[in-house]
């Protein structure tokens, strides 16, 4: 079983729309929660921190749920920007990041 | 203020050969930590350098190696280059806080190795 788990997609939805994605972990002791943007060919980037009172960035929207072990982003009124790879990320009591595969999306007008 | 920096961008080598890769931590960051990207996945964790020491390693065979400056640069080495170390190679720095969970990491723009 992979440490982090997410379905790789594609999601393709429409400007405007709301989408979802799920992310679950597998070690209990993890303790810090990330989600990473990823354009094509390009470096990961921070998009936010994962807390366990969730988190809310503008149109984005973190949640945790240490019970189930699962993370999720909100994206609310997608944009064609918001076309990429999001990277749910996990990190235990060391120093290495635990990167899922990654889910794609696809906006479109 | 420079962010992450590394060289060079894209490097083509043949099978059996010997890389190394560059990497300038973002400043007043003290930390390298180094990644493996294949095509379709996640980074992968290969190892941290800090205070020029390893720090901490990922599941990765004795070929890749590294250093850290005391300039807190970093170089990645591999060795014996096989057709699987084919990949984007990602360098993020952080800086280290006695309360590890708030090291965040900032990652370069990568090297993207093709073995031939």
């Known amino acids: 079983r992979k440490e982090v788990e997410q379905d790789p997609g594609p999601f393709n939805v429409p400007e405007g729309a709301t989408v979802a994605f799920n992310c679950t972990y597998s070690n209990s002791a993890s303790q810090s929660f990330f989600w990473y943007r990823q354009d094509c060919r390009k470096e990961p980037k921070l998009l936010m921190s994962v807390y366990s009172s969730g988190n809310e960035d503008g149109r984005f929207t973190a949640q945790l749920n240490r019970a189930s072990q699962y993370i999720s982003l909100l994206i609310r009124d997608s944009k064609l920007s918001d076309s990429a790879t999001y990277l749910c990320?996990?990190?235990?009591?060391?120093?290495?990041?635990?990167f899922g595969t990654g889910t794609r999306l696809q906006v479109f007008p | 203020d420079a962010g992450v920096t590394q060289s060079p961008t894209h490097l083509i080598k043949t099978r059996g050969q010997q890389v190394t890769l560059r990497c300038s931590p973002k400043?007043?960051?003290?930390?390298v930590s180094w990644y493996q990207q294949a095509l379709g996945q996640g980074p992968q964790f290969i190892f941290q350098y800090y205070e020029e020491e390893e720090r901490q390693r990922g599941n990765f065979p004795d070929r890749f190696s590294g250093h850290q400056f005391p300039n807190y640069s970093s170089e990645l080495n591999v060795n014996a280059l096989l057709l699987g170390d084919s990949a984007l190679y990602l360098c993020?720095?952080?800086?280290?806080?006695?309360?590890?969970?708030?090291?965040?990491?900032?990652f370069g723009p990568g090297t993207r190795l093709t073995v031939l």
């Open positions: 993020a720095s952080s800086l280290s806080h006695r309360d590890r969970a708030k090291d965040t990491q900032y």
């Open positions: 400043s007043g960051h003290d930390t």
């Open positions: 990320v996990v990190r235990g009591n060391t120093d290495k990041l635990i």
